[in-house]
């Protein structure tokens, strides 16, 4: 069996092993956790403590992870639903492996970025999406801090690019785990050279590329949507640059910034009034 063969079959069934799909999670988080140590692009003063931020988004992380869990059995049975009826791009193209994981990863980073860009078009659906800005201190714990509201909206958009796309499940597979990682690296208080970070954001979202997203003021907070390919933002007009250390994270409004750790006030706060 050849490299690529082997590849294909790990990813194929890799959505029956959520332990194994935990510990890349874990394994990147941890990872970016220590290099934050190393090479940080802030000096971040926690509210209380690092640890203790940590554990308000990684209460989030635990729902999301719970919502996408139960969203598989979807997303699987869609997978192999466009198999058996040869639908979506992959099938009409006749792709073969190779291509079927190019479509597959175009299509879902594509739901990706449109999920993002609706979120902060729509005033309700920002009510949701404004918890992941919410937080002041931008870090590796920061990736999937997303209110239940939002993952759920994140995952319909997912489901119905796999329809559109027909992508098989190792396509589907290979897109979550690239995305699990960059939204670890692109949310990870790290500093790379300029250059790097500037090369590395002509196909990729880099971190300083997405820490814009992250600044508290418009036009900064609504740009630069992207997941794991730069393309989208590139070429739909959302791209935008600002010198990292002008960056100041938070949201100017809507949201008090010394609540962005209260765990009870962020899940309610999407549904009270005062955010009209």
Sequence with gaps: MDTW??????????????????????????????LEGAI???????????????????????????????????????????????FGIVHWTQAGIGWSVLIGVLALDFSSWWVHWVMHRSSWLWKFHLIHHSDTKVDVTTGLRHHPGDSLLRGLFFILFIFISGAPMYAVMIYQTLVVGFTAFTHANISLPPVVDKIVSYLFVSPNMHKVHHHRSQPYTDTNYGAV???????????????????????DRYYPAEKDEELGSLLKNPFLSSND
């Excluded at 194994?20 to 874990?26: D, F, K, N, Q, S």
């Excluded at 999301?64 to 192999?80: E, P, Q, R, Y």
């Design 5 to 34: 063969s082997s590849v294909i079959n790990y990813f194929q069934d890799l959505e029956q092993r959520p332990l194994e799909r935990m510990a890349i999670l874990v394994g990147g988080l941890l990872f970016f956790w220590v």
């Design 40 to 86: 940080p692009v802030f000096s971040l003063r926690y509210r209380t403590t690092k640890l203790n931020h940590a554990a308000v988004n990684f209460a989030f992380t635990v729902i999301h992870l719970i919502i996408h869990s139960l969203l598989a059995i979807i997303i699987v049975g869609l997978s192999d639903w466009c198999q058996t009826h040869s």
């Design 229 to 251: 390919l730069s393309i989208w933002d590139r070429t739909l007009g959302t791209f935008s640059q600002l010198a990292i250390h002008e960056v100041q994270y938070g949201i």
